[in-house]
Protein backbone atom coordinates (compact mmCIF):
# COMPACT_ATOMS: atom_id res chain seq x y z
CA UNK A 1 0.00 0.00 0.00
CA UNK A 2 1.65 2.99 -1.56
CA UNK A 3 0.49 6.64 -0.79
CA UNK A 4 2.00 9.21 -2.57
CA UNK A 5 2.20 12.62 0.05
CA UNK A 6 2.13 16.20 -2.24
CA UNK A 7 2.70 19.25 -0.47
CA UNK A 8 1.10 22.32 -2.16
CA UNK A 9 4.03 24.65 -1.10
CA UNK A 10 6.97 25.28 -2.37
CA UNK A 11 8.43 27.62 0.37
CA UNK A 12 12.21 26.09 1.69
CA UNK A 13 10.99 25.92 5.20
CA UNK A 14 7.24 24.92 4.93
CA UNK A 15 4.86 23.75 7.53
CA UNK A 16 2.75 21.62 5.39
CA UNK A 17 5.47 19.99 3.83
CA UNK A 18 7.07 19.17 7.13
CA UNK A 19 4.09 18.02 8.08
CA UNK A 20 4.13 15.39 5.08
CA UNK A 21 7.63 14.33 5.96
CA UNK A 22 6.57 13.63 9.32
CA UNK A 23 3.87 10.83 8.08
CA UNK A 24 6.69 9.29 5.79
CA UNK A 25 9.08 9.42 8.63
CA UNK A 26 6.57 7.49 11.31
CA UNK A 27 4.71 5.70 8.43
CA UNK A 28 4.69 1.83 9.51
CA UNK A 29 5.79 -0.61 6.72
CA UNK A 30 2.23 -1.45 5.63
CA UNK A 31 1.62 2.06 5.06
CA UNK A 32 4.72 2.67 2.35
CA UNK A 33 4.62 6.33 1.47
CA UNK A 34 6.48 8.34 -0.96
CA UNK A 35 6.86 12.23 -1.30
CA UNK A 36 6.62 13.99 -4.54
CA UNK A 37 8.95 16.41 -4.44
CA UNK A 38 8.71 17.63 -8.11
CA UNK A 39 5.72 20.35 -7.26
CA UNK A 40 8.28 23.58 -8.38
CA UNK A 41 9.37 21.85 -11.28
CA UNK A 42 5.92 21.15 -13.20
CA UNK A 43 5.74 23.88 -16.42
CA UNK A 44 2.64 25.79 -16.07
CA UNK A 45 -0.32 24.06 -17.44
CA UNK A 46 -0.93 24.34 -21.23
CA UNK A 47 -3.63 21.90 -23.13
CA UNK A 48 -1.42 22.10 -26.23
CA UNK A 49 1.10 20.21 -24.17
CA UNK A 50 -0.99 16.94 -22.47
CA UNK A 51 0.21 14.53 -24.98
CA UNK A 52 2.51 12.76 -25.07
CA UNK A 53 5.62 12.86 -25.28
CA UNK A 54 4.60 14.99 -22.04
CA UNK A 55 7.14 17.30 -20.25
CA UNK A 56 9.64 15.50 -18.28
CA UNK A 57 8.17 17.29 -14.83
CA UNK A 58 4.88 16.18 -16.03
CA UNK A 59 5.52 12.73 -16.45
CA UNK A 60 7.12 12.09 -13.58
CA UNK A 61 4.12 13.51 -11.56
CA UNK A 62 1.53 11.20 -13.76
CA UNK A 63 3.73 7.97 -12.89
CA UNK A 64 4.46 8.66 -9.09
CA UNK A 65 0.18 9.27 -9.42
CA UNK A 66 0.01 6.05 -11.35
CA UNK A 67 2.30 4.00 -8.60
CA UNK A 68 0.29 5.67 -6.00
CA UNK A 69 -2.59 3.81 -3.73
CA UNK A 70 -3.65 6.47 -2.46
CA UNK A 71 -2.99 10.33 -2.20
CA UNK A 72 -2.35 12.54 1.02
CA UNK A 73 -2.12 16.22 0.48
CA UNK A 74 -1.27 19.31 2.84
CA UNK A 75 -1.67 23.07 1.08
CA UNK A 76 -1.59 26.41 1.97
CA UNK A 77 -3.51 28.64 1.89
CA UNK A 78 -2.66 31.75 -0.34
CA UNK A 79 -4.93 34.85 -1.12
CA UNK A 80 -7.98 32.76 -0.06
CA UNK A 81 -7.46 30.04 -2.36
CA UNK A 82 -5.40 27.04 -3.44
CA UNK A 83 -1.56 28.04 -4.33
CA UNK A 84 -0.70 28.63 -8.15
CA UNK A 85 1.86 26.09 -7.91
CA UNK A 86 -0.45 23.33 -6.62
CA UNK A 87 -3.35 24.19 -8.51
CA UNK A 88 -1.65 24.18 -11.35
CA UNK A 89 -0.23 20.34 -10.21
CA UNK A 90 -3.59 19.72 -10.28
CA UNK A 91 -4.27 20.97 -13.51
CA UNK A 92 -1.51 18.64 -14.89
CA UNK A 93 -4.00 15.44 -13.47
CA UNK A 94 -7.18 16.62 -14.83
CA UNK A 95 -6.15 15.28 -18.62
CA UNK A 96 -5.01 11.68 -17.68
CA UNK A 97 -6.59 9.44 -19.21
CA UNK A 98 -4.62 6.11 -18.07
CA UNK A 99 -6.22 4.12 -15.74
CA UNK A 100 -4.11 4.30 -12.68
CA UNK A 101 -5.05 7.98 -12.87
CA UNK A 102 -6.09 9.85 -9.82
CA UNK A 103 -9.87 9.06 -10.84
CA UNK A 104 -11.05 6.83 -8.19
CA UNK A 105 -8.29 7.12 -5.91
CA UNK A 106 -9.03 7.52 -2.26
CA UNK A 107 -7.10 10.96 -1.21
CA UNK A 108 -7.32 13.43 1.99
CA UNK A 109 -5.31 16.04 3.50
CA UNK A 110 -4.26 17.37 6.60
CA UNK A 111 -4.95 21.02 6.80
CA UNK A 112 -2.57 22.63 9.37
CA UNK A 113 -3.54 26.24 8.71
CA UNK A 114 -2.00 28.00 11.86
CA UNK A 115 -4.61 28.81 14.61
CA UNK A 116 -4.43 32.40 13.97
CA UNK A 117 -5.49 31.88 10.11
CA UNK A 118 -8.30 34.67 9.79
CA UNK A 119 -10.05 30.97 8.05
CA UNK A 120 -8.30 28.68 9.22
CA UNK A 121 -7.68 27.44 5.16
CA UNK A 122 -11.19 26.86 4.68
CA UNK A 123 -11.81 28.39 1.84
CA UNK A 124 -8.42 26.90 -0.26
CA UNK A 125 -9.65 23.26 1.29
CA UNK A 126 -12.66 23.88 -0.37
CA UNK A 127 -11.26 24.87 -3.33
CA UNK A 128 -9.18 21.33 -2.94
CA UNK A 129 -12.96 19.51 -2.27
CA UNK A 130 -13.93 20.71 -5.63
CA UNK A 131 -11.10 20.41 -8.05
CA UNK A 132 -10.60 16.74 -6.42
CA UNK A 133 -14.59 16.40 -7.22
CA UNK A 134 -14.16 17.38 -10.38
CA UNK A 135 -11.46 14.93 -11.56
CA UNK A 136 -13.28 12.04 -9.89
CA UNK A 137 -11.13 11.13 -7.14
CA UNK A 138 -12.62 9.20 -3.58
CA UNK A 139 -12.45 12.00 -1.15
CA UNK A 140 -12.01 10.08 2.06
CA UNK A 141 -13.94 11.69 5.04
CA UNK A 142 -11.93 10.31 7.76
CA UNK A 143 -8.69 11.45 5.84
CA UNK A 144 -9.75 15.21 5.79
CA UNK A 145 -8.40 16.59 9.03
CA UNK A 146 -8.02 19.95 10.93
CA UNK A 147 -4.51 19.83 12.57
CA UNK A 148 -3.54 23.61 13.36
CA UNK A 149 0.24 23.98 13.35
CA UNK A 150 2.36 26.82 13.71
CA UNK A 151 5.62 27.03 12.27
CA UNK A 152 7.71 26.27 15.46
CA UNK A 153 5.62 22.82 15.66
CA UNK A 154 8.74 21.80 13.57
CA UNK A 155 11.18 21.18 15.20
CA UNK A 156 15.20 21.12 14.19
CA UNK A 157 14.84 17.61 12.43
CA UNK A 158 12.18 18.82 10.15
CA UNK A 159 9.65 17.07 11.63
CA UNK A 160 6.24 17.74 13.70
CA UNK A 161 7.24 16.88 17.56
CA UNK A 162 3.66 16.84 18.79
CA UNK A 163 2.36 13.53 19.86
CA UNK A 164 -1.55 14.61 18.81
CA UNK A 165 -0.80 15.82 15.44
CA UNK A 166 1.51 12.33 14.76
CA UNK A 167 -1.29 10.49 15.82
CA UNK A 168 -3.74 12.12 13.58
CA UNK A 169 -2.14 12.39 11.05
CA UNK A 170 -0.81 8.97 10.71
CA UNK A 171 -4.79 7.85 11.35
CA UNK A 172 -5.52 9.99 7.97
CA UNK A 173 -2.97 7.39 6.31
CA UNK A 174 -4.87 4.56 8.15
CA UNK A 175 -8.30 5.90 7.11
CA UNK A 176 -6.87 5.93 3.10
CA UNK A 177 -5.40 2.79 3.70
CA UNK A 178 -9.01 1.28 4.30
CA UNK A 179 -10.38 2.97 1.89
CA UNK A 180 -8.19 1.54 -0.72
CA UNK A 181 -7.88 -2.00 0.50
CA UNK A 182 -11.48 -2.38 2.89
CA UNK A 183 -10.14 -6.11 2.87
CA UNK A 184 -6.97 -5.94 4.38
C1 LIG B 1 1.03 35.36 -0.38
C2 LIG B 1 0.40 34.71 0.83
C3 LIG B 1 -0.99 34.71 0.96
C4 LIG B 1 -1.58 34.09 2.07
N1 LIG B 1 -2.94 34.05 2.15
C5 LIG B 1 -3.54 33.37 3.16
C6 LIG B 1 -4.95 33.22 3.22
O1 LIG B 1 -5.68 33.71 2.38
N2 LIG B 1 -5.49 32.51 4.23
C7 LIG B 1 -4.69 31.93 5.20
O2 LIG B 1 -5.22 31.25 6.09
N3 LIG B 1 -3.34 32.05 5.17
C8 LIG B 1 -2.75 32.75 4.18
N4 LIG B 1 -1.38 32.85 4.13
C9 LIG B 1 -0.59 32.25 5.20
C10 LIG B 1 -0.03 30.90 4.76
O3 LIG B 1 -1.07 29.99 4.49
C11 LIG B 1 0.86 30.40 5.88
O4 LIG B 1 1.98 31.25 5.91
C12 LIG B 1 1.31 29.00 5.71
O5 LIG B 1 2.07 28.64 6.84
C13 LIG B 1 2.21 28.80 4.53
O6 LIG B 1 2.45 27.42 4.41
P1 LIG B 1 3.92 26.83 4.44
O7 LIG B 1 4.47 27.02 5.83
O8 LIG B 1 3.70 25.38 4.13
O9 LIG B 1 4.70 27.54 3.40
C14 LIG B 1 -0.77 33.48 3.05
C15 LIG B 1 0.65 33.51 2.91
C16 LIG B 1 1.21 34.09 1.80
C17 LIG B 1 2.72 34.07 1.66
Do not use: Q
Not at 124 to 135: C, I, M
Request: hydrophobic letters at 45%; aromatic letters at 4%.
Amino acid sequence: MDTLLISGSTRSGSTNTAALRTVHALAPPELDTAIFDGLAALPAFNPDDDHEPLPAPVARLRAAVHDADALLFCTPEYAGALPGAFKNLLDWTVGDADPRSISGKPVGWLNVAGPAAPSGGADAHASLARVLGYVGAHVVEDACLRLPLTRDAVGDDGLVGDEVARAAALGALRALRDAARPES
